[in-house]
């Protein structure tokens, strides 16, 4: 099995100025490699770091040492080191995130919300916006809410749009922040049965799941983040 | 996608003892939309005027490039070839709509306007071409021939926009477009310029002090205070992981609704 994403020895501190300059060491060090098609789930108690490795991953958060490559064009490209236009490029060709809020124009139909990635990566319109609508179907929002904007949606459907959007264009990794976590039962279902198609259909997924069921049905490699010390120096 | 299209480099801007902007340098590529931040009085709206030629800066340069590969400085230009860029090439969106706009003459002279100066001269096809953008800015074209100034704020800043596309510009400078305007209004004029700027695959500059708004539309962010950069870096990387202090207290003032 190929890696796509290599962490090494990766460390994130913030500063907070306006707080008497505290310092918040969140992650210390911590090295790990993801394959092709493998699902790591991310572990460890609220506070503990996984949202911000996640968000690290993204690029979205600037790390302080240590090194975060990708596989990309046939060779390395360390994220930790790239431009900001690198960085899009990046994430356009290879990386999918699900937040876990949705942040879009007012007034913007959810249709057009989740075919928008896809159309950014040269899709015709037309069939993005089939494929979205396929997704938002399967999601079970009703075709009634397409033409409305997302943000008078409920917590649970606007998480569903969310992970529609983010499976609208293909990538190779997909990072999931809590993808079930305001979820009934039966979506849940559904969502993890999407995400184990992901890994199927050659993607790589890096997520938090809250629930460890959850991480048993999709089969997840497990990273323990409250022992992320002893982690950075295996 | 080699080259920069915009390359500002070390530009200063003084009013008397007052330095407005300082050492200011920017790379802007094709297609890019970059945000620029901060209080008024940083200076952004000064910078964008130097950058976009209705200011001359003390020293420094900026330099565009065109699609043949030459590198246009902006301070060699002769008065007439840059007013003609920035009919052509460039567009500039003013936060006050009656400063981008001629309120004595109709909606529809305001867009031809820049149709004459590129050359088109059947007044049928220059209407018609009017009536299009109308539309695109979401005007009812019978509205053509009504004066600006029977618009609503909302509507004069969609004519506005209307008048500077139709002449399909490469790079357009906005300063706070959406100021002034009721939220709706905003959110409404958010989608249409994004929308615009994906159809026609526009690179742009814009000037705001709404982060909210530089969120939606912009790939890249500057924050700027006191005629300095203060931070740069992707929109997400700087109001989600601002580095400066005051970055940290621009992004911690904004309202949650």
């Given at each position: 099995m190929h890696s796509i994403l290599k962490i090494t020895k990766l460390q994130k501190k913030f500063l907070l100025?306006?707080?008497?300059g505290a310092v918040l060491d969140v992650l210390r060090g911590i090295s790990l490699e993801v394959g092709e098609r493998e699902i790591v789930a991310l572990c460890g108690p609220s506070g503990i770091g996984k949202s911000s490795l996640l968000k690290a991953l993204y690029g979205t958060y600037r790390v302080n040492g240590g090194t975060i490559e990708y596989w990309l064009d046939d060779q390395w490209l360390d994220l930790t080191r790239a431009t900001a236009r690198e960085i899009l490029n990046l994430r356009k060709m290879m990386i999918g995130y699900v937040s876990q809020f949705l942040r879009v124009i007012p007034r913007v139909p959810t249709l057009d919300i989740v075919a928008e990635p896809a159309i950014e990566l040269g899709e015709s319109e037309e069939a993005a916006r089939q494929r979205a609508a396929d997704l938002l179907d399967k999601l079970r929002i009703p075709e009634e809410l397409f033409s409305l904007s997302p943000l008078t949606f409920s917590g649970g459907e606007q998480q569903r749009v969310n992970i529609a959007r983010a499976l609208s264009a293909p990538r190779k990794l997909t990072l999931f922040d809590?993808?079930?976590?305001?979820?009934?039962p039966v979506n849940r279902r559904t969502v993890l049965e999407m995400i184990a198609h992901l890994r199927e259909s050659g993607n790589a997924i890096v997520g938090i799941f809250h629930d460890a069921r959850d991480r048993e049905i999709l089969g997840a490699r497990e990273i323990d983040l409250s022992i992320q010390d002893e982690l950075s120096h295996a | 996608m080699t080259a920069p299209l915009l390359s500002v480099g070390n530009l200063t801007k003084r009013f008397g003892a007052t330095t407005a902007c300082s050492g200011i340098s920017f790379d802007l590529w094709p297609g890019e939309v970059l945000g620029i931040v901060g209080e008024s009085g940083s200076g952004k709206t000064t910078l964008l005027q130097c950058v976009a030629g209705l200011q001359s800066a003390d020293e420094g340069s900026v330099a565009y490039h065109l699609d043949d590969g030459h590198r246009i400085e902006l301070s060699t230009l002769s008065e007439p070839a840059l007013r003609r860029m920035q009919r052509t090439e460039w567009a500039f969106i003013h936060q006050h709509p009656h400063l981008g706009l001629r309120m004595n003459v109709s909606a529809g002279a305001n867009i031809g306007e820049r149709l004459m100066a590129n050359q088109w001269q059947h007044y049928g096809n220059i209407r018609s071409e009017a009536e299009k953008w109308l539309q695109a800015v979401?005007?009812?074209?019978?509205?053509?021939?009504?004066?600006?100034?029977?618009?609503?704020g909302g509507m004069q800043q969609r004519l506005q926009i209307a008048r500077n596309l139709v002449s399909k510009p490469k790079l357009v400078f906005m300063d706070e477009?959406?100021?002034?305007?009721d939220v709706s209004v905003q959110a409404r004029l958010l989608d249409l310029i994004r929308n615009l700027v994906r159809k026609f695959g526009l690179s742009v500059v814009i000037v705001t002090h709404d982060l909210a708004v530089a969120r939606l539309l912009s790939s890249r962010l500057i924050v700027m205070r006191n005629g300095e950069i203060i931070e740069e870096g992707l929109t997400d990387q700087v109001l989600e992981d601002p580095q400066s202090a005051y970055s940290q207290l621009l992004v911690s003032s904004i309202l949650q609704v």
């Open positions: 100025h306006n707080q008497n809590e993808p079930t976590a305001s979820l009934d | 979401e005007i009812d074209s019978s509205r053509i021939d009504d004066l600006p100034s029977t618009y609503s477009p959406t100021g002034g305007l």
